[in-house]
């Protein structure tokens, strides 16, 4: 075999695996939510709220499969902090939550409150919070959205 056959084989060889670990580095990114699907996913817990009321709708929430999808779910907050609906973890629902921090020692639900009470809807700032696929502490943002007494969330991990 010559030279050339051989540094063909070789580049042929080395671009198959280069293709391969870029496939195997953009799979992390096809199991996280986007930022749109977040939205429309509050917006579509929104309506059923106002649909089938509060109680189906937070069943739903937490215990059902139509708003969990990879990293995203949606969770349930009264304007005292107090969970009412959790699609992450269900242990949390009627707890107060209003004195949780991340890992930071920044308190999480005045970002919420502050979006919710101010503009109604749109996205917190940064904190950190574990994301259910991976289970580690990673960076997040919420778009949360205003109902009566309530917000409706829903997070996307940035990490």
């Not at 195997?24 to 309506?47: D, I, Q, T, W």
């Not at 995203?72 to 699609?87: E, P, R």
Request: aromatic share 8%; charged share 25%.
């Amino acid at each position: 075999m010559n030279t050339i056959a051989i540094l063909k084989r070789l580049m042929s060889a080395g671009l198959t695996a280069l293709l391969m670990s870029g496939a195997a580095l953009a799979a992390p990114a096809a199991e996280r939510g986007s930022a749109a699907e977040a939205e429309a996913m509050v917006k579509k817990a929104v309506a059923l709220i106002k649909a089938n009321g509060a109680d189906k709708a937070y069943e739903e929430f937490t215990n059902g499969t139509s708003f969990k999808d990879r990293d995203l779910y949606v969770f349930v907050y009264d304007m005292t902090g107090k969970n009412l609906a959790h699609g992450a973890n269900a242990k949390l629902v009627g707890k107060d939550l209003s004195g949780l921090k991340d890992p930071d020692g920044k308190l999480v639900l005045p970002l919420l409150f502050e979006v919710a009470k101010g503009k109604g809807k749109g996205w917190t700032e940064e904190f950190k919070f574990r994301n259910p696929v991976s289970q580690k502490l990673e960076p997040k943002v919420v778009y949360v959205e205003r109902l009566g007494d309530t917000l409706i969330g829903c997070g996307i991990y940035k990490n």
